[in-house]
């Protein structure tokens, strides 16, 4: 199958790279995600990752037991770069170029967030990983996620959780809940889907960039989303003018 992307954007959560422990990050999972992630970017197509940092901490938790907002969303956003260097590590050791870079600046360990050279990056072959937030506190990674897809020019957005889509309610406490193959973005929002919050449902939706959800922790999962194959539940819609617009850029 040929590729259906050419630059996309993969929103993976922290506590995806837990695994089965209750804290902290599973090796073999880190791995198995570099591993497909090293199967896609071999077909050409350019990947960058917003990494979450729920597994280390949670600055939304904090502060509901105490802790001044501002000061825990800080905390988390650093809980995102040790994320983002361990993904760069496992990816580089499977043979794949990756930079990171951190909304927040810590020059020892990444480059900063520009964005010209992030798509140079891309442009080159190399996976970016996107740390620390957006850098600013009460805003989610799924926020930034929707806002580095659009200054970067992603097609899509992938977004890998633990369960193979949304449904209507919560699939592990209801075995009736509903799972829907497409949304649109009002849907979303209206129906408190919880897909992703409503600043980046609204980001995606003003640049028309769509959103698939879809389960990681089923091996290949990754390959065949950006491959197109049908899988999860896809946000919005795609505009064929953006990817035509990138296909004539690669062309030129």
Not at 105 to 131: D, N, S, T, W
Not at 199 to 207: G, P, R, S, V, Y
Request: hydrophobic content about 40%; glycine content about 10%.
């Amino acid at each position: 199958m040929g590729t259906v992307y050419q630059r996309v954007l993969l929103k993976l959560s922290g506590e995806a790279l837990m695994g089965s422990l209750g804290y902290g990050i599973e090796p073999a999972v880190v791995q198995g995600i570099a591993q497909e992630v090293a199967g896609v970017v071999a077909t050409g197509i350019q990947m960058a990752i917003v990494v979450g940092g729920g597994n280390i901490f949670r600055g939304v938790k904090a502060a509901s037991k105490g802790m001044d907002r501002a000061t825990a969303d800080y905390v988390g956003m650093i809980a995102t770069v040790m994320n983002a260097i361990t993904l760069q590590d496992a990816l580089e050791q499977v043979g794949v170029p990756t930079r990171v870079q951190t909304a927040i600046a810590m020059q020892e360990v990444a480059e900063p967030y520009i964005r010209r050279r992030a798509i140079r990056h891309l442009e080159k072959g190399r996976v970016v990983v996107f740390g620390a937030g957006s850098g600013n506190p009460f805003f989610t990674t799924d926020t930034t996620a929707a806002l580095r897809a659009a200054e970067i020019d992603a097609e899509v957005i992938f977004k890998a959780t633990k369960v193979d889509g949304v449904y209507d309610c919560d699939p592990q406490t209801n075995p009736e809940a509903k799972r829907y193959d497409s949304l649109t973005y009002g849907e979303v929002l209206t129906q408190d889907l919880q897909v992703m919050d409503s600043t980046a449902i609204a980001l995606c939706k003003e640049n028309n960039i769509p959103i698939i959800v879809f389960n990681l922790s089923v091996s290949g999962n990754i390959s065949k989303a950006v491959m197109g194959e049908k899988i999860g539940t896809i946000v919005g819609g795609c505009d064929d003018s953006r990817r035509n617009r990138k296909q004539d850029e690669k062309s030129n």
